[in-house]
């Protein structure tokens, strides 16, 4: 699978270098390309914002950079159709979910556009539309100063789905979203700690029995912390 991104700020991807997803870079399984937005620009300034029309606060990236980037990533605007997904960093987008995660891990390559400041003049997403699937995508209902964090936040939680990123494929189904719960307590050795001990059904080797109490604990978490995502829930709020 690959990634590619563009942004302004190519620098805060070398964190996509180190641990699981670095080694899958080095292995093969992903490829990344990081692009700056600025190398299609051509003023003395590289300029990439300008005042919004209809006046308010804030500058809007301005559509000619993006333009060009998407025709060199995607090729020429009256060229064949890429098969590629574009996804627009934007709290403006749906939320990022761990179901659309595992979907997204099937795409052969998406391409992430970082808007930064109010955001990219909406004439870019409208004319991606035309030669390639767009989706606006939202990290949560925060605001973050650009979609960068938010473009690594879903290069890795897609990422680590892709079959070959994650060593044991079975960790991937125990955990917390995939079930559509919160992940239970999990504990380690020594059986005591610091006064502590581990629950006892954990210790005496019988996996029904170990499965029901972390199915129970999983309900009641979900329950406590996140009601909104049983059927008929309500917000923690
Ligand atoms: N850019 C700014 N805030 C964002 C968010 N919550 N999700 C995605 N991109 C963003």
Not at 54 to 68: C, H, L, Q
Not at 70 to 92: M, W, Y
Not at 115 to 129: K, T
Not at 172 to 179: A, I, Y
Request: proline residues 7%.
């Amino acid at each position: 699978m690959r990634f590619d991104i563009v942004t302004i700020f190519p620098e805060f991807f070398g964190v996509l270098d180190v641990s699981l997803l670095g080694r899958a870079r080095r292995d093969g399984v992903l490829e990344l390309g990081v692009h700056d937005l600025r190398e299609w620009t051509h003023d003395r300034h590289r300029t990439v914002d300008d005042t919004p029309y209809g006046g308010g606060a804030g500058m809007v990236m301005k559509p000619e950079p993006w333009g060009e980037a998407f025709d060199a990533l995607l090729g020429p605007e009256d060229g064949p159709p890429s098969d590629a997904l574009v996804i627009f960093t934007t709290p403006a987008g749906v939320p990022f979910t761990q179901s659309l995660a595992r979907e997204l891990a099937t795409e052969s390559r998406i391409v992430f556009a970082c808007g930064r400041y109010e955001g990219i003049d909406a004439r870019v997403a409208e004319h991606v539309a035309t030669r390639a699937r767009v989706l606006e995508v939202s990290l949560g209902d925060y605001v973050l100063n650009g979609g960068e964090v938010a473009a690594m936040a879903m290069i890795e939680a897609i990422g680590r789905l892709v079959p070959g990123v994650v060593g044991n494929p079975e960790s991937l189904v125990e955990e917390s979203h995939e079930d559509g719960l919160l992940e239970h307590p999990s504990y380690t050795k020594p059986r005591v700690w610091r006064g502590l001990e581990v629950p006892e059904v954990l210790r005496g080797g019988n996996h029904a029995a170990v499965d029901a109490w972390r199915r129970a604990e999983a309900l009641e978490r979900t329950r406590r912390v996140r009601p909104d995502l049983l059927p008929g829930g309500d917000s923690p709020l």
